[in-house]
Every structure is written in structure tokens, then in C-alpha cells.
């Protein structure tokens, strides 16, 4: 079993930033991906930020390409999300997610609200 936590969610104004991090714990051997994604309120989950780890590639949502950027901490199985130039309607809950010898895991989510 692999647990996810995520940690750096809350409130910021329009043009503001903030750091997501998500740390990895348990049986984590092989990590196959490691990403974000979102869901806002009446929408379906949609992934913001991938890293591939056969590959060592990455990719962005059209919606945050140039403001936010993905990057992971492989001593401390730790993935990170930085957004910059936030706006109103990246206001979502953040889910991060790692693929772990194949098999999907999924963090508890953390708010984030850009708001005036």
C-alpha cells in the first residue's frame, strides 16, 4: 500500500502563488508516474500535471502551461506543484496522484481558492 499526503492548499488572490507538495510512504519500489489533478465544484477530475518516469517527461494542461510547474524530490518520494499567475478559475481541489508498479493512488485532496 502507498499513502499519499498532500499539503499547501488555501487562499490566494488573482496573480498570487502557491506550492502544492505531495509525500509518498509504504511500499513505493517502482514509481511509474507521479501527478496532479483537479476538480472544480460540478466538474470532472481533470489531470493538470504529469511527470513519466520511464520517459522522464512532463506534461501540462493547456490551461496552466507557463504558470505551473511540476517537480518531484526522489530521495524523499515527494512530488511538487508550482503555480504561478493563479486565477479565479483554477479554483479546484487538488488531488495528487501516483502510479506505483502499476496500480493508481490517490491523495485526500487539497483546496485551493484563488479568490479577490
Known amino acids: 500500500q502507498v499513502q499519499l499526503v498532500e499539503s499547501g492548499g488555501g487562499l490566494v488572490q488573482p496573480g498570487g502563488s502557491l506550492r502544492l507538495s505531495c509525500a509518498a510512504s509504504g511500499s513505493i519500489f517502482r514509481i511509474n508516474a507521479m501527478g496532479w489533478y483537479r476538480q472544480a465544484p460540478g466538474k470532472q477530475r481533470e489531470l493538470v500535471a504529469i511527470?513519466?518516469?520511464?520517459?522522464?517527461?512532463?506534461n501540462y494542461a493547456d490551461s496552466v502551461k507557463g504558470r505551473f510547474t511540476i517537480s518531484r524530490d526522489n530521495a524523499k518520494n515527494t512530488v511538487s506543484l508550482q503555480m504561478n499567475s493563479l486565477k479565479p478559475e483554477d479554483t479546484a481541489i487538488y488531488y495528487c496522484?501516483?502510479?506505483?508498479?502499476?496500480?493508481?493512488?490517490w491523495g485526500q485532496g487539497t483546496q485551493v481558492t484563488v479568490s479577490s
Open positions: 496522484n501516483m502510479v506505483v508498479a502499476g496500480r493508481s493512488y
Open positions: 511527470i513519466i518516469i520511464s520517459d522522464v517527461t512532463t
